[in-house]
């Protein structure tokens, strides 16, 4: 299975910022769906923001508590996923998981994947 990378969690104030990042390590790839989740303690695990479809022709959702807060964006090589997290509220405060889900080229085989990161704990405090 396909093992992505995240990193930029902590701990902040509220009213600051956090930029989280998320690396797949393929060559020859293409998304479905790529984005974050989030789960807070005692609550389902939740979609924060994703990019639906590949190169040209894709779509950006967010979830209604992040709107106007938080961007979604990815590098040109499309290996990267970021999330830019503004105006952060204790509300927000969870573990944030990578998810992407597509086909890699594998020898010669296209081979689907739906692989979750290890999760990194966002949290908002003073």
């Known amino acids: 299975q396909v093992q992505l990378v995240e990193s930029g969690g902590g701990l902040v104030q509220p009213g600051g910022s956090l930029r989280l990042s998320c690396a797949v390590p393929l060559r020859s790839f293409m998304f479905n769906s790529r984005g974050w989740y989030r789960q807070a303690p005692g609550r389902q695990r939740e979609l924060v923001a994703k990019?639906?479809?590949?190169?040209?022709?894709?779509?950006?959702t967010y979830a209604d508590p992040v709107k106007g807060r938080f961007t979604l964006s990815r590098d040109g090589d499309r290996k990267m996923v970021y999330l830019q997290m503004d105006s952060l509220r204790p509300d927000d405060t969870a573990v944030y998981y990578c998810h992407m889900k597509g086909i890699f080229s594998n020898g010669g085989e296209w081979e689907a994947f739906d692989s979750w990161g290890q999760g990194t704990a966002v949290t908002v405090s003073s």
């Open positions: 990019i639906d479809g590949d190169f040209g022709n894709t779509l950006t």
